[in-house]
């Protein structure tokens, strides 16, 4: 019997036309396989701790763009990850925090001022940093984007449990809140001030996409 041919795989180019893309419980998600964002993005990935932010980015974010120039994941775990890693590592991670935070921001920072696209893991409760990713965006005429993650509590949860790692009831309560301001935005389509567009997935999204392209 002939076979059947596949079909195509398809590619969304956030904010062409519409200023949300919304990528929740439809059954084209099954088909979305690429987010095509310009070269020198940048884009800010949200969503409650545990919802799959770290393992999205580890996974479809590039190395390179389609110049060849380099594509920055800055996510605060793999820096934690290190220091844990490191001398250092049998500390508390209390005693680590500060270390690994100061870090962070210290990479952030050398990201965005190279130029480059730059793909940023976002807690939703620290609005500073967003603020001032917007800034830069807006000094440097550069597009920025939104990838929010919207998975219902109780995965996240499970998420926390399965990696070994967790947040505290109050700090947890107030990353929902700070999501659930997010996700009001943007289904009023009024998005964080300086964002060029948003896309919203939910888990299903999230494990169909295959790459994010720069270029």
Known sequence: MPRRARAPKAVVRPGRGA??????GT??????????????????????????????????????????????????????????AGRLGALPYGLLRPLVRIAHYRGLRRALR?????????????????RWIARTARRDDRELHLLLLDVPAEVALSGQRARG??????????HRRAVDRLLARARAARLP?????????????AEALERTTFG
């Open 19 to 24: 200023r949300v893309t919304d990528l929740r």
């Open 27 to 84: 059954e084209g998600t099954a088909h979305v396989r690429e987010l095509d964002f310009p070269a020198r993005c940048l884009v800010v990935v949200s969503g409650l701790p545990g919802g799959g932010k770290s393992t999205l980015m580890q996974r479809v974010v590039p190395a390179l763009d389609r110049a060849g120039a380099p594509v920055h994941r800055i996510d605060s775990q793999d820096v934690r990850e290190r220091w844990e």
């Open 114 to 130: 190279s130029g480059d696209s730059v793909v940023v893991h976002d807690c939703g409760t620290v609005a500073w940093v967003r």
């Open 165 to 174: 790692r967790g947040v505290s009831g109050y700090a947890f309560a107030r």
């Open 193 to 205: 001030k300086g964002f060029t567009a948003t896309v919203l997935l939910d888990r299903r999204a």
